[in-house]
């Protein structure tokens, strides 16, 4: 699978499937994206550990953030970030009250958020890291 297939795939996934924790929220879609780009799972050591707002908030809490949280998961797959994110790459976004996982579309951000799909500019990227 190219980079542009597995970005429109998961694109298109993001817009049918509603956001639910511990399945399609940011953390676990772009986990499956980079498996399906990889054949390695970066979030096998956190699947099925919250399945509500206060279960992944207090995980994530207890990881030391979201940054934290995906930064564990890279490294396990042998995953180290890159200082320039290129479209494709994972990237953490810190949206003021939260960091969100998403995916860098160049020069905008995907996001999948519990109201849709968001693609901006607005936010820096803390941290990104590329799967191919």
């Known amino acids: 699978m190219t980079i542009e297939e597995a970005i429109a ?11 639910a924790r511990g399945s399609t929220d940011c953390d676990m879609l772009m986990a499956d994206y980079v498996q399906m780009l990889t054949g390695k799972d970066p979030a096998a ?12 908030e207090e995980f994530i809490r207890l990881a030391g953030g979201n940054l934290a949280l995906v930064e564990q998961g890279m490294a396990s ?9 290129l479209r494709g790459d994972v990237v ?3 949206i003021g009250c939260d960091q969100i996982t998403g995916l860098f579309l160049d020069p905008m951000t995907a996001m999948k ?5 968001l693609r901006t500019r607005r936010f820096p990227i803390l941290k990104a890291w590329r799967c191919v």
């Not at 797959?77 to 994110?85: A, C, T, W």
């Open 92 to 94: 953490v976004v810190d």
């Open 9 to 19: 795939a998961t694109l298109d996934r993001w817009g049918r499937e509603p956001f």
């Open 77 to 85: 797959i042998g995953l180290s970030p890159v200082s320039e994110p």
């Open 45 to 56: 050591a956190w699947r099925g550990r919250y399945h509500d707002d206060e279960g992944a």
């Open 113 to 117: 958020m519990k109201r849709g799909v």
